[in-house]
């Protein structure tokens, strides 16, 4: 890409540029350094040969802790309060009127499985947005209900909203 052949030096010759632009983009303050991520050092040989041992690790889902960052949380808590938003559109509801529904109620818990499933952002959060009473009541009802289930009592335009987002 860069006119580097594909040798040890070469491939030093990237890893110097790469390393170079990292430095320049984070001075920059530029959102999220990309170009850190997801390099390796080798021979297209070894990629082949590595790249399918890796992929089940690749796959595997990381815990919510993984990305701590503060663009990656700040990014989340945008991606969530879009989720919050346009979930409340789908489910006819608005803010006023979460204050008085259930803790429990369907459409509550369907959205907070939704956001909880696309961020990270914690049950605290979800709680005050959904007006859930508590974390801890977040995180039980979370486990006790099953989608499936609480998708009979959500309307057809919520249940897509969410097929659209998975």
């Known amino acids: 890409m860069f006119g580097f052949a594909d ?13 170079q632009r990292a430095v320049e983009e984070k001075k920059n303050n530029q959102q999220d350094n990309q170009l850190t991520k997801s390099w390796y050092l080798g021979t297209k040989e070894f990629s082949e040969k590595i790249l399918p ?10 815990s919510r802790a993984y990305n701590s960052s503060t663009e990656y949380k700040s990014h989340n ?6 989720l919050f938003d346009e979930g409340l559109k789908k489910s ?3 803010q ?5 529904l259930s803790g429990s109620d369907p459409r509550k818990v369907f959205l907070a499985m939704l956001i909880r499933k696309k961020t990270t952002v914690s049950n605290s959060w979800l709680a005050e947005h959904l007006k ?10 979370l486990k006790k209900y099953d989608v499936k289930k609480l ?3 959500l309307l057809s335009d919520l249940i897509n909203y ?3 987002e998975n």
């Open 53 to 62: 041992q890796a992929e089940h690790i690749l796959k595997k889902q990381r």
């Open 7 to 19: 040798t040890v030096f070469g491939r030093r010759k990237m890893l110097e540029r790469l390393k």
């Open 96 to 100: 006023q009127a979460l204050l008085h």
């Open 162 to 164: 969410a097929k659209i």
């Open 151 to 153: 998708t009979e009592h």
């Open 132 to 141: 859930m009473k508590s974390a801890a009541n977040v995180s039980r009802l």
């Open 92 to 94: 006819k509801l608005t």
């Open 77 to 82: 808590l945008q991606q969530a309060q879009l």
